[in-house]
């Protein structure tokens, strides 16, 4: 499949996802993620937001933010992420949400009105085409959306752009064990059920040293079928130019 007509593929499936998620207040997906979060976490969101998480882990949880900082959350979804983020960093920082799908910004935005937070902002675009200056946030995360990506070398190096110097990643996503071939990837699973586009992990990070980061870390956290793991990736940029 060509990568535009798997990029609608993959718009159109997180299209109706929001449409089901405005109807019934949570997702209907074996996948859905918001069991991965704490409670105390959770409290304090509007129920929409809360129960709509599609990721394989939580992000927020080992990206370390800290007060001040402007994050930046790759498909962003429904918002719970950057949300999150937004807590954390305070009212002297910033959360960025991007997200290609209409409906899901919508969804996003809604749910930031409900909950009366201010310093976050949503904008449509690609994230391997991310609409941000460059050396702009201090962390990216991202939640199981890297593997739906059809250009991850493009990915990468949007990320490793917009990061200030000494910027740091915090990404959950699905990753394949080395010795699985693309072709029984494929056989475990769709492109758009988060499986067929995963990465291996000898691939993941040497796509992120080939975009210029350091001291990568990629630890598995559960299984998601055999022998693919939802992933916690950690990365830093050079704090020199």
Known sequence: MADQDL??????????MAQNMRVDGCCDESGCGSQL???????SLPDGAALTSLGCGN????????????????????????LLSAQRVGATGF??????????????RKHAAEAGVDNVEF????????PLDSETVDVVISNCVINLSPDKEGVFSEMFRVLRP????????????????????????????????????????NGLTAA?????????????????HSAIIQAHKSAHR
Do not use: N
């Open 37 to 43: 979060y704490l409670a105390d976490d959770l409290v």
């Open 166 to 205: 000494g910027g740091r990643l915090g990404i959950a996503d699905v990753v394949a064990e080395d010795q699985l071939s693309a072709e029984e990837r494929v056989e475990r699973g769709s492109w758009v059920g988060c499986i067929a586009g995963a990465l291996s992990f000898a691939e993941y990070e």
């Open 59 to 82: 992000p927020t949880s080992v990206a370390d933010l800290r007060q001040g900082e402007t994050v930046l959350d790759l498909g962003s979804g429904a918002g719970i992420d950057v």
């Open 7 to 16: 990029r609608e593929v993959v718009r159109q499936r997180y299209a109706d």
């Open 123 to 130: 904008r449509k675009g690609f994230i391997e085409d991310i």
């Open 212 to 228: 210029g980061f350091k001291e990568i870390s990629i630890r598995p956290s559960h299984a998601v079928t055999d022998g693919m």
């Open 95 to 108: 959360a960025y949400g991007i997200d290609m799908t209409d409906e899901m910004l919508d969804l996003a």
